[in-house]
């Protein structure tokens, strides 16, 4: 069954990180984050959230950043199977 998922990113804020190519990084955020939702088997519910603090990201790794920042914000948008009471 295919869901449709909206997810409004309002800003993104980077310490001592800079982020050359805004496009790039977008564009990999939205990717990852679309695969993430698709792949996603269980129920999850909407909802909006003022601040999401994720996981920290190699900061090193420029070509994978906007993946790693999706992957750290998906992980604070739903817990992994086992975290805990939703």
């Known amino acids: 069954m295919?869901?449709?998922?909206h997810v409004d990113i309002?800003?993104?804020v980077f310490e001592g990180v800079?982020?050359?190519?805004?496009?790039?990084?977008q564009a990999a955020l939205?990717?990852?984050?679309?695969e993430l939702a698709a792949d996603?088997?269980?129920e999850y519910r909407g909802g909006t959230a003022p601040v999401l603090h994720g996981a920290?990201?190699?900061q090193s790794a420029a070509?994978?950043?906007g993946a790693?920042?999706?992957r750290s914000a998906w992980s604070s948008i739903v817990p992994p199977v086992g975290g805990g009471p939703t």
């Open 30 to 34: 939205v990717a990852e984050l679309s």
């Open 56 to 58: 920290p990201v190699d």
């Open 63 to 65: 070509d994978s950043l």
């Open 10 to 12: 309002d800003e993104i």
């Open 18 to 25: 800079d982020v050359s190519d805004h496009e790039a990084f």
């Open 40 to 42: 996603h088997r269980t």
């Open 68 to 70: 790693d920042v999706a």
């Open 2 to 5: 295919r869901r449709d998922v």
